[in-house]
């Protein structure tokens, strides 16, 4: 089936150090892409919409500055946390919806999630 | 606009018990209906799902029904083992854009 690989799982890093985070699906092309955050014991927050060729659309309250998205093919997204800090450490957890699959079906392919602490 | 209620956890059970776990919905057309599971540091996994009215999902003994009169799409497992031990989240899905509303997630802990 439909697979979503993201890279690294896990990453610890310096505080006001960059980190980039990738997306890929594996075997199918993904128009669209999603970037979420999750704190500790709670849901998924929906950050942005990631699609290829064009700007990403990001959700009321996040910083595009700080988050910034990049989808520059139809198989890859990446993510870069900028000059992060220890607020910024939290589990990042990419999708990807295979346009082929139709959204009643599987409406996204889910990575792996990368855990982020910032030191 | 679109929202999922989950009943709060965790939820703790012994192996072999009945588990409901309960989802409510508010949405503007006809959403499709979602149970995804989410075990310790992984993302999510599609559990199952309904895409109308009365249509039953079903998944490794897990099994929910869309019911539209009381906007409910409930969990349900006859008989829970340690390995369902997990976050599982409710989602819906409207049109075409593909963004999924999540509810906040129950975690299940099934003990010996």
């Known amino acids: 089936g439909a697979v979503v690989s993201q890279h690294p799982s896990w990453v610890i890093c310096k505080s006001g150090t960059s980190v980039k985070i990738e997306c890929r699906s594996l075997d199918f092309q993904a128009t669209t892409m999603f970037w979420y955050r999750q704190f500790p014991k709670q849901s998924l927050m929906l950050m942005a919409t990631?699609?290829?060729?064009?700007?990403?659309?990001?959700e009321q309250g996040v910083e595009k500055d700080k988050f910034l998205i990049n989808h520059a093919s139809l198989t890859l997204s990446t993510l870069t946390v900028t000059s992060a800090h220890p607020e910024d450490s939290s589990f990042y957890i990419c999708s990807a919806r295979d346009p082929a699959a139709g959204n009643s079906n599987q409406p996204q392919h889910f990575g792996d999630g990368t855990r982020l602490s910032i030191l | 606009g679109n929202s999922v209620t989950q009943m709060e956890g965790p939820v703790t059970l012994s192996e072999e018990a009945f588990l409901t776990i309960n989802c409510t919905y508010t949405a503007t057309g006809y959403p499709s209906l979602f149970w995804y599971v989410q075990y310790p540091g992984e993302g999510l996994q599609l559990l199952l799902k309904a895409t109308k009215a009365d249509d039953k999902g079903s998944n490794k003994g897990f099994e929910a029904t869309y019911r539209k009169e009381t906007t409910s799409f409930h969990l349900e497992k006859g008989s829970v083992q340690v390995s369902d031990s997990a976050v599982y989240f409710c989602a819906l899905l409207t049109g075409t854009a593909s963004k999924l509303t999540f509810g906040t997630g129950t975690r299940l802990q099934v003990t010996l």
């Open positions: 990631s699609n290829e060729g064009s700007k990403a659309t990001y």
